[in-house]
């Protein structure tokens, strides 16, 4: 099976940057995908890492270690926008996804 | 920008009764999954479906739950008996074909609340 670790909460202030880590234990391992979800809003697709190293998509950008099972989603200039939960979640080779237990971000002015 | 659709948005049932959740995924996917979330929890996977069967299924999919597609463009998750603790918000996903980067993206619907009394 899959297990996935993240923190439950970070809170911040607006403009600075955060990092949220998540490390994993797989059974089958075929990338790392991140995910916003807003308070009663659907899981939104952020990034995805098949490959070690770094991914960067405008101010978020998430890193891999499959060595390590460990990952983590860097969000940079931060907005109040950004306030929601954040979801690493590991896919294996079928497409499943194994969603970790979250991260709430709260950004504060 | 194409999207995944469900309806109903919030469904409210007796326990016991059946249920029918519908999605729509976007149009050129092939691959659709069923994931459910209960209200303050993580998401967890019930199901992907692709080539007009199960492709992979979890613990949480018994045979209370089953999937079909009964035409070109809808994806349905049907409930039989429900139970209270099948309240939860149910979420369709679904990605693109097979052997393109993209296929890993998995693009969520909107999510139908079900809430059994």
């Known amino acids: 099976g899959q297990s996935l670790e993240q923190p439950s909460e970070v809170t911040a202030v607006e403009g600075a940057i955060v990092q949220i880590n998540c490390t994993y234990q797989?059974?089958?391992?075929?990338?790392l995908s991140w995910y916003q979800q807003h308070d009663g809003g659907a899981p939104t697709f952020l990034s995805y890492?098949?490959?070690?190293g770094l991914e960067e998509t405008g101010r978020f950008s998430s890193f891999l270690s499959r060595s390590d099972s460990y990952g983590y989603l860097l969000l940079q200039e931060l907005q109040m926008k950004d306030s929601a939960s954040y979801f690493c979640?590991?896919?294996?080779?079928?497409?499943?996804?194994?969603f970790g237990g979250g991260t709430r971000l709260m950004v504060k002015p | 920008e194409p999207e995944v659709t469900q309806t109903p948005s919030h469904q409210v049932t007796q326990m016991g009764q059946e249920v029918i959740l519908r999605c729509v995924p976007i149009?050129?996917?092939?691959?659709f999954y069923w994931y459910r979330q209960i209200l303050g929890q993580k998401v967890e996977f019930l199901v992907s479906?692709?080539?007009?069967?199960?492709?992979?299924k979890s613990e949480i999919f018994d045979d209370q739950f089953s999937v079909e597609r009964p035409d070109g463009s809808n994806f349905t998750l049907k409930i039989r008996s429900t139970k209270l603790e099948d309240s939860a918000m149910y979420f369709c996903?679904?990605?693109?074909?097979?052997?393109?980067?993209?296929?890993?993206?998995?693009?969520f619907g909107p999510g139908t609340r079900l809430t059994v009394l």
């Open positions: 996903a679904s990605s693109e074909p097979p052997g393109l980067k993209t296929r890993d993206t998995q693009y």
């Open positions: 479906f692709y080539n007009n069967e199960i492709s992979e």
């Open positions: 149009s050129n996917h092939l691959y």
């Open positions: 890492n098949g490959l070690d």
């Open positions: 979640a590991v896919e294996d080779a079928g497409n499943m996804l194994t």
């Open positions: 797989t059974s089958g391992f075929y990338g």
